[in-house]
C-alpha cells in the first residue's frame, strides 16, 4: 500500500514545467502547441513509496508518461539484469540518447530501455518531431 497519496500541488506542477522549459523531460516533445497537457511525472513512483519532492518529478509528455506508469526498470536480457530508467534529475540526456533524424537513439543500456518501454519512437509520435 502506498502510503504517498497526497497530489502533488499546483505550485510544484508549475515549478516542475518551468524547471524543464515546458519540454517533456524524457523524449524532449515541446508542450508548446500540444492538444493533450503535459504532466507531472513521479520518477519513482507512489507505488514505490516515491516523494513529491521536486527531485523525484519529471515533466513529461502523456505517451512517456502512459508508457512508463508505475515502471522504474526493465530488464537487459542480453546480460539478465535489472536495469533502471533514464532519471532526468540525475542524467544527462545526451550520454543515454541522440536524435538521428527525428528518432531517438540509445547511446546506452540504460536509454535503450528508456526508448524501448517508454516507446519513443512509436510511429504515432514521429509527426510531433517533424516526421511523416
Ligand atoms: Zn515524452
Not at 516533445?29 to 500540444?34: I, K, N, V
Not at 497537457?37 to 515533466?59: M, P, Q
Amino acid at each position: 500500500m502506498p502510503t504517498n497519496n497526497v497530489p502533488v500541488s499546483a505550485t510544484t506542477r508549475k515549478r516542475v514545467a518551468q524547471r524543464a522549459s515546458y519540454i517533456c523531460e524524457y523524449c524532449l516533445a515541446q508542450d508548446e502547441g500540444s492538444f493533450i497537457g503535459f504532466e507531472v511525472d513521479h520518477i519513482f513512483s507512489r507505488k514505490h513509496n516515491g516523494s513529491n519532492e521536486e527531485s523525484n518529478l519529471a515533466y513529461a509528455c502523456p505517451d512517456c508518461n502512459r508508457n512508463k506508469g508505475t515502471d522504474i526498470a526493465s530488464i537487459d536480457w542480453n546480460n539478465r539484469e535489472i536495469v533502471r530508467f533514464f532519471n532526468p534529475r540525475t542524467d544527462i540526456w545526451a550520454e543515454h540518447f541522440r536524435l538521428s533524424s527525428g528518432f531517438i537513439e540509445p547511446v546506452t543500456v540504460i536509454g535503450k530501455l528508456t526508448v524501448d518501454i517508454f516507446r519513443f519512437n512509436d510511429k504515432v509520435r514521429l509527426p510531433d518531431r517533424g516526421l511523416f
